[in-house]
């Protein structure tokens, strides 16, 4: 594509140095107002065509039509190209900016539920703190209690040996045996 635009341009570049008159300025301001810029270039190409005459203008007028035509042609699919790649850029900025949006979404959703988390980890720890102390008091309350109730018993054993000593001492006095330890010796 580039060695065709080359071969054209080095074309009109040829077909201008050819040219043998400049136009005047009043035919250059009344070319600019009926031709677009493009065939703007081209127009002191036509007039020489015009003035050579015979075949050869034709077939060059040809050329040059054809040239024109490949040449409108390829800009208007360079301006497509162009505009396809930009409306592109444009959707991609777009998707970029909506996907930007959507992080920055999540990060904050993430953000707020491990912040939930944390404080529901916090109370359950403070819950279980709580319990735990609950326990050890409960323990603890059970323990004394055990530790009362020993020491009850060990206060009736310790009464129930004084009582039995006392009546061991009276049986000894006395000379009398207990009545309910030899029952069933008793004949």
């Known amino acids: 594509m580039e060695s065709s635009q080359l071969h054209s341009v080095d074309s009109v570049q040829v077909k201008e140095l050819e040219k043998p008159d400049p136009p005047t300025a009043s035919a250059v301001s009344h070319q600019s107002l009926e031709e677009p810029k493009e065939h703007a270039i081209t127009a002191p190409l036509v007039q020489k065509v015009e003035d050579s005459g015979g075949n050869k203008g034709t077939v060059d007028s ?50 707020s539920v491990e912040a939930q988390l944390k404080i529901i980890e916090e109370n359950l720890e403070r819950k279980k703190a709580e319990y735990a102390e609950k326990m050890k008091n409960k323990i603890a309350d059970i323990h004394r209690s055990a530790e009362e109730k020993r020491a009850m018993v060990e206060a009736q054993k310790r009464e129930e040996f004084i009582e039995l000593e006392e009546t061991a001492a009276k049986f000894r006095s006395s000379g009398r045996t207990p009545a309910k330890f030899f029952a069933c010796f008793k004949a």
């Open 62 to 111: 040809v050329d040059r039509d054809a040239e024109l035509a490949r040449v409108v042609s390829e800009k208007r699919l360079a301006l497509i190209k162009a505009w396809e790649e930009s409306e592109k850029t444009k959707a991609e900025n777009r998707a970029y900016k909506k996907l930007s949006a959507v992080g920055l979404w999540e990060s904050k959703k993430k953000a």
